[in-house]
């Protein structure tokens, strides 16, 4: 019992694990003759307690594994600060970079329920509550641009990468330099996250910040400022368009929505309630980075097999039709490499729900690399000293995921595992 209670507890809440069969062998080397000598450690799968190796699954999203999730968030929340306030290896200098903090939507496909932010009721005549089920849905199913609105979620990556081209220039652009002079002097660092309005479009939130010519290390020129940067946002926004898709005679365009929420970040010293702050709008990015389309599918969060399955699902009208036209669409060669049937319970954004600009900051692989070496450094400190040099012999089969009931009902007895605790939670 303990030892099975002691591999449960190494995966850390994780209720998905991965399942290996097979051995790892460690033995050391004479570093003077490169000579294999004492074995020092063997393992076997099959003398595990759990019969076989488990390893955390490390899914982003809260619905599949919450821990896993959560391990997720709280690593991008510190990307996030790392990029806002330094640290990290980020020198703290960025927090006095210029930094603001963006909202682009998609455009209109139709009139949906909503909450105007004006107070008053709805177009339908009514006052929806906060999370009446209408809200998002169409106004008038028969006539809202279902082909429009799924496509426009297959290109909204591509209108991301360009956007993020138009941005440069148009910096540029404000402080008198061409394109190519302009990376003597600044760089555009972002990191962004995709979120699904209610409605089914996504749409991006960003950190966007500008650095000297060698990102965070250096100093922004005198002209850059939070104003300027915003300026300019709002100018490659209006321009970006992504086109070329003509579909029944009908041309698509794909660009942003024309609401576009742009403002400065203030470090927390400043903050007087009203400005947004680094730690709001980490935590803001990173608890999206752990969600899916479930805010507009809800159930549904795996690709479909066939359309059929649509029927039996607990979803909407308005993403049944959603999901329909996708598939209806997908069904096209000449749109075969948006891939619309295999991307359809994801309402056709196929991109990568959190990215960033290589110099924002550091990266979820630098931090998960740094998790591992603390934890090894742990295990050497209780083990003894490691020898400098090791021979590894290792060779591992994948056997499964998840827990068996009996394990299911162990890892559930268990506390959270140290390390995942006492860490700030934000809404
Ligand atoms: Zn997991
Ligand atoms: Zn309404």
């Not at 050391?28 to 019969?51: K, M, Q, Y």
């Not at 039709?321 to 049937?341: N, P």
């Amino acid at each position: 019992m303990p030892g099975i209670l002691r591999q449960l507890s190494g995966l850390g809440g994780c209720t998905h694990p991965i399942r290996l069969d097979g051995h790892r062998t460690e033995y050391d080397v004479d570093t003077r003759t490169g000579e294999i000598g004492n074995l020092l450690h063997h393992l076997d799968s099959s003398d595990l307690p759990a019969g076989q190796l488990l390893v955390r699954c490390n899914n982003r999203r809260t619905n599949r594994c919450p821990a896993c999730a959560e391990v997720y968030r709280r690593d991008t929340f510190h990307l996030i600060t790392s990029g806002l306030r330094g640290g990290k290896g980020i020198p703290e200098q960025v927090g006095a970079h210029p930094r603001v903090f963006a909202t682009f939507t998609a455009p209109s496909f139709g009139p949906v329920h909503n909450r105007p932010s004006s107070g008053r009721p709805c177009r339908c005549g009514d006052r929806h509550d906060q999370d009446a089920p209408a809200l998002g849905s169409p106004l008038h199913p028969d006539t809202y641009d279902y082909e429009a609105a799924v496509l426009w979620n297959a290109h909204a990556g591509p209108l991301w990468r360009r956007f993020s081209i138009y941005l440069r220039r148009e910096v540029a652009k404000r402080a008198g330099l061409t394109q190519r002079r302009f990376r003597e002097y600044a760089r555009v660092s972002f990191a962004k996250v995709a979120e699904y309005q209610k409605r089914g479009a996504v749409h991006f939130h960003a950190v966007v910040r500008l650095d000297g010519p060698d990102g965070g290390d250096t100093p922004p020129p005198t002209w850059a400022s939070a104003e300027l940067l915003t300026d300019a946002i709002e100018a490659a926004a209006a321009k970006v368009h992504v086109d070329g898709l003509v579909i029944d005679g009908r041309t698509h365009t794909f660009t942003f929505g024309r609401q576009l929420d742009v403002r400065a970040i203030r470090s927390a010293d400043f903050n007087g309630g009203q400005e947004l702050t680094e730690r709001a709008v980490a935590a803001y990015i990173a608890k999206y980075a752990t969600k899916g389309a479930e805010t507009a599918t809800g159930a549904l969060d795996r690709p479909l097999r066939f359309v059929a399955e649509l029927a039996q699902l607990d979803i909407s009208d308005h993403a049944r039709r959603l999901i329909r036209t996708a598939w209806a669409l997908g069904a096209r060669k000449d749109l075969a490499h948006l891939r619309l049937r295999a991307w359809a319970h994801m309402l056709c954004f196929r991109g990568h729900f959190s990215t960033k600009s290589r110099r924002y900051s550091t990266t979820l692989g630098a931090l998960r690399d740094a998790r591992a070496d603390w934890r090894r450094a742990q295990a050497a400190t209780a083990n003894g000293p490691a020898p400098e040099t090791t021979y590894v012999l290792a060779h591992w089969v994948f056997a499964g995921t998840g827990l068996s009931d009996a394990e299911t009902w162990l890892a559930a007895s268990l506390e959270p595992a140290p390390g995942t605790e006492g860490e700030p939670t934000h809404g």
